[in-house]
């Protein structure tokens, strides 16, 4: 059927359109077709992710309960190395740190607690793991790097403790008044019925007071 001259020129300026903007159309198309792809595949990627770092993970605890110190080591190594965007890593990293500080393994122990530190998600386990991380360079004697991880002021939940360690750090200084000081502020940040209260005081009284 003969096309009248109105769809003709219809026909020619798509023809013409297209002819301008028809690799564009292509391109945007494709880019949606491997987009959508590309996202079932990460989701894909994601899941697997997630099921292979829970089962190192479990193996882990399962070490951890057995005492096996190398085991809970290797198999939470794996999992920050190579599962490092799962939600497994940071528990690892904790597990590890706590059997390795228990198995007298501090460098290994502080490694782990430096990643907890690093890959902490939220203000409260970061600061947790600033307490943890400064407890291990402690006993490795490293004072001056404890007193620098605690001189970011804590929310007051954590206030005491840090004070705690201050007062440690200070003490194995050599200074005994800083000490006293430090000692006396966990005393007034802790909570009344705190556990803690009678061992700090303790050192309050060991560094002369």
């Known amino acids: 059927m003969a096309l ?30 491997i987009g959508v792809s590309g996202w079932k595949g990460y989701q894909v990627w994601s899941a697997r992710q997630a099921g292979e770092s829970m089962a190192l993970f479990e193996r882990a605890m399962q070490a951890a309960m057995a005492n096996d110190a190398k085991s809970v080591k290797d198999l939470t190594g794996q999992i ?25 393994d501090l460098k290994s122990a502080q490694a782990q607690y430096q990643y907890a530190l690093d890959h902490a998600d939220d203000k409260g386990l970061e600061q947790l793991a ?3 991380l400064a407890t291990v360079m402690l006993d490795q004697k490293d004072t001056a790097g404890a007193l620098k991880l605690l001189e970011k002021e804590p929310d007051a939940a954590f206030a005491g403790l840090f004070a705690d360690l201050k007062g440690d750090a200070l003490a194995l200084q050599g200074k005994p008044e800083e000490a006293r000081a430090a000692y006396a502020l966990a005393m007034e940040k802790l909570d009344a019925k705190s556990p803690m209260k009678a061992m700090v005081e303790a050192k309050l009284n060991g560094v002369g007071g």
Not at 9 to 21: L, M, P, S, T
């Open 4 to 33: 009248d001259l109105e769809e003709q020129e219809q026909i020619d300026e798509f023809r013409a359109w297209w002819k301008q903007n028809g690799t564009f159309v292509i391109g945007a198309v494709a880019a949606f077709v």
């Open 80 to 104: 920050m190395e190579n599962y490092g965007r799962s939600g497994y890593a940071l528990p690892a990293a904790w597990l590890a740190g706590k059997v390795n500080f228990a198995a007298g």
């Open 130 to 132: 600033r307490l943890r």
